[in-house]
């Protein structure tokens, strides 16, 4: 499967000589947000990104740019393709876990967790697979969440913490850390039983290691555990966070079509307004069934403060 989507950091020196070698092969320059540039040409499309900064290259013509361009000219050396020698810890057989929904006043929490093994993360990779906040296209979610379930040897669990169960567990355990915690700790015990000598299961890391320790051990879980920032770089990790996504953005357009009103993302100032809108159409005791109550949004609302 011919890869459609690289990225990879560079070194501040590299943007400016990226640009030119872009001028200089025929791409048109383009102001993107948080972007140095983007630049395209034909159906493939370059963006430097200011944070890293990094390269996000994405077309049918991906892989050759990455090959004949990138690589040679501004990385040094090949990266595509030898990630098996660069990063051989993604290929060996572990769990990766991530979540959907951590930040969103409306909608589910919810955790994901995928199985993979050298031949899967390679599939993956070449499939295009890469972290779920690096996609802005829903239709592109669904279609990678297609390809991580279809990939022979991967395994796969989601589970869903509904607003309305979400408020209920949370006023439990008083802490955002502790519930993710038990989501995790449930993922991991699931895919256990898919996949019982597993090794290892790998997370972003969310908060004091410790948390999640003792949430497994709460199931009676022992599984070597590694906990690391960014960790959305490892190919199962982002498989996990594909498929947490595409379910959490279907509750999303579900739950915005049984409410006759969109429900928007994030927890900003458009947040706010739809939830003063929901909370005319359908008063105060209905807002735990589409949002998570413990959020200061939902303080604003009900008092009818900025």
């Keep these: 499967m011919a890869v459609t989507s690289y990225t990879v950091a560079?070194?501040?020196?590299?943007?400016?000589?990226?640009?030119?070698?872009?001028v200089r092969d025929g791409f048109?320059?383009?102001?993107?947000?948080?972007?140095h540039y983007g630049a395209k040409k034909g159906k493939l499309s370059v963006t430097v990104y200011?944070?890293?900064p990094k390269?996000?290259?994405?077309?049918?013509?991906?892989?050759?740019?990455?090959?004949?361009t990138l690589e040679p000219q501004i990385l040094g050396e090949a990266r595509l393709g030898y990630e098996e020698v660069t990063n051989p810890e993604m290929f060996a057989p572990h769990f990766g876990i991530d979540e959907s929904g951590k930040g969103d006043f409306f909608g589910p929490l919810v955790i994901a967790g995928a199985y993979v093994d050298g031949a899967a993360a390679r599939a993956l990779l070449d499939g295009g697979v890469t972290d779920s906040k690096k996609i802005g296209s829903a239709a592109r979610i669904v279609k990678l969440a297609k390809i991580v379930r279809e990939t022979r040897g991967v395994r796969e669990v989601v589970v869903a913490i509904s607003p309305t169960r979400y408020n209920e567990m949370y006023a439990n355990f008083?802490?955002?850390?502790?519930?993710?915690?038990?989501?995790h700790a449930t993922v991991i015990t699931e895919l256990l039983k898919k996949v019982p000598d597993c090794p290892l299961a790998l997370s972003d890391q969310f908060a004091n290691p410790r948390?999640?320790?003792?949430?497994?051990?709460?199931?009676g879980v022992s599984i070597l555990l590694e906990q690391?920032?960014?960790?959305?770089?490892?190919?199962?990790?982002?498989?996990?966070?594909?498929l947490a996504r595409e379910r959490f953005v279907r509750w999303m357009r579900e739950?915005?079509?049984?409410w006759g009103m969109e429900l928007p993302l994030g927890a900003g100032p458009q947040v706010l307004l739809a939830g003063r809108e929901f909370l005319t159409k359908y008063g105060a005791s209905e807002l735990g069934n589409v949002a998570k109550l413990h959020f200061k949004t939902a303080t604003e609302i009900l008092d009818g403060s900025d």
């Design 211 to 219: 948390v999640l320790e003792r949430a497994l051990k709460k199931k």
């Design 228 to 242: 690391k920032t960014k960790g959305e770089s490892d190919v199962a990790v982002a498989a996990a966070s594909i």
């Design 10 to 22: 560079i070194s501040p020196e590299a943007v400016e000589k990226l640009r030119g070698i872009l």
């Design 28 to 35: 048109d320059l383009l102001e993107k947000p948080y972007a």
């Design 55 to 68: 390269v996000l290259v994405q077309g049918k013509a991906t892989e050759e740019f990455v090959q004949f």
């Design 50 to 52: 200011e944070k890293g």
């Design 255 to 258: 739950g915005s079509e049984q």
């Design 174 to 183: 008083r802490n955002l850390n502790e519930l993710l915690a038990w989501g």
